[in-house]
């Protein structure tokens, strides 16, 4: 299919590129950006007049909810909410039922989500059998299989030894283990320990559960040459180490989900169960340092932390409901809320959603796919187009998602998705919400 993208502004910001200007999509490739040649028939023409154009989204963290919870949501559902966001590519960990813990799985998973010719899926492959660290998987094969990394999703092990071991096996083959820092025992409250925890009578998460966790996987990666990416830091003191351990020269990566980046423990308010998360909500200086971290690139990248939860397990006491939230439509909206909040601008709110998780995901993903997450004649054809004059106001009616809970249900965020398009092909085409 021919696409013509006429009068856009087109943002690239791997390459730095801004200006209107127009974009031709073929054989679904980038067939030129700015000078496009007189002979080129479109089949379609898409008038982006006063929209930008940019690179489709890569999200780092989006549960699909398939195999197993069908209940919560399901592929079809999934994957038409990430392409009304302008999601062309995300990360699904492994903790679905069965865990992608075997070849068959994956390959399952992957070619269910091809044939939806929508967002493009690369699944986490579990980082020990069942999760339930005690025997790593056969990683090799699970890299064959289509697995762009190795995880334990939510489930922290308790084994250091068996963390070395991981660690070792994936720095072999130049696999990147992605492990969200969080202590065993200390990890295990609803709520981020504080006066408000404790006036709610809560049980607290420590920022130690993070920072003891952290200091044992640089220590790791030290041993073994490692490389990690550390999903969905918390806190003030988890971005200071961070940052340390990059100025030491380790290969760490990092992100931070929509909901640490704008709220805070003071939004659970009166027990609201759309509060419940995982990492919990922090205290605001732990958010204002995840908000600088994220400015000056010591957070590589911005992720939904989509988790799709049903009615039945949201609407219960705050303790006792399952955490989670629906994320993949409200992901551009909040970065450009915080672009405009923060001050850190358009450019490296977009960065945030595109080249720099582009960047993590690597090049090993193949001379094409290399080209994802930004804009490049010859590269894949993942675009997004929206309008950032238009408000648009968070409601159920507006989430095309099987999950409607969200903490941010009522704000009024900027950017309206106009049309969202996948490997050359028209996956969403916008409409008043």
């Not at 998460?205 to 030290?222: G, R, W, Y």
């Not at 709220?263 to 995982?278: A, E, K, P, Q, V």
């Not at 409601?395 to 998705?417: C, I, M, N």
Request: net charge negative.
């Amino acid at each position: 299919m021919k696409i013509l993208i006429k009068n856009g502004r087109v943002i690239d910001p791997a390459s730095g590129f801004d200006g209107v200007c127009d974009l031709a999509l073929a054989a679904g490739r980038v067939l030129a950006i700015k000078n496009i040649a007189p002979g080129f028939a479109p089949n379609k023409v898409i008038d982006a007049t006063g929209c930008i154009v940019m690179p489709g989204l890569v999200d780092l963290a989006a549960r699909l909810r398939e195999p197993g919870y069908e209940h919560e949501g399901m592929l079809e559902s999934e994957m038409a909410a990430a392409v009304a966001g302008g999601v062309t590519s995300l990360v699904c960990p492994p903790d679905t039922d069965p865990v992608l813990d075997e070849p068959g799985l994956v390959e399952m998973l992957k070619f269910r989500s091809e044939k939806l010719h929508q967002a493009r899926v690369f699944p986490l492959g579990a980082l020990t059998r069942n999760l339930q660290g005690e025997i790593l998987t056969e990683m090799v094969e699970l890299a064959e299989a289509g697995c762009v990394g190795f995880s334990q999703a939510e489930v922290p092990l308790s084994n250091t030894q068996v963390l070395q071991r991981a660690l070792q096996y994936a720095a072999t083959y130049g696999y990147t283990t992605w492990l969200r820092p969080q202590e065993l025992h200390l990890g295990k409250g609803v709520a981020a320990s504080g006066p408000l925890a404790t006036r709610l009578g809560l049980s607290g998460v420590p920022v130690a559960a993070e920072t003891i966790a952290l200091h044992t996987i640089f220590e790791l990666m030290k041993m073994t040459g490692a490389r990690v990416h550390l999903c969905r830091l918390s806190s003030a003191a988890g971005v200071a180490l961070v940052r340390q351990a990059k100025e030491q020269g380790l290969a760490v990566t990092c992100d931070v989900s929509i909901n640490s980046l704008h709220l805070t423990d003071t939004d659970i308010g009166y027990f609201d169960s759309r509060m419940r998360l995982n990492p919990p909500l922090r205290q605001q200086r732990d958010r204002d340092a995840l908000r600088a971290g994220l400015a000056d690139g010591t957070i590589d990248a911005l992720v939904s932390d989509h988790t799709p939860v049903d009615e039945d397990a949201k609407t219960l006491p705050f303790a006792e409901a399952e955490a989670g939230a629906t994320g993949l439509e409200l992901l551009l909206g909040l970065a450009l809320k915080w672009g405009q909040e923060s001050g850190a601008g358009l450019a490296r709110s977009l960065a945030v959603l595109t080249s720099e998780p582009a960047k993590v995901l690597g090049a090993s993903l193949g001379t094409l796919q290399a080209s994802m997450g930004q804009l490049v004649e010859g590269g894949i054809a993942d675009v997004c187009v929206f309008d950032p004059q238009a408000q648009w106001t968070v409601t159920d009616a507006s989430l095309r998602s099987q999950g409607k809970h969200t903490p941010f249900s009522g704000y009024e965020l900027p950017g309206r998705v106009r049309c969202t398009i996948a490997a050359g092909q028209i996956a969403f085409e916008g409409r008043d919400r």
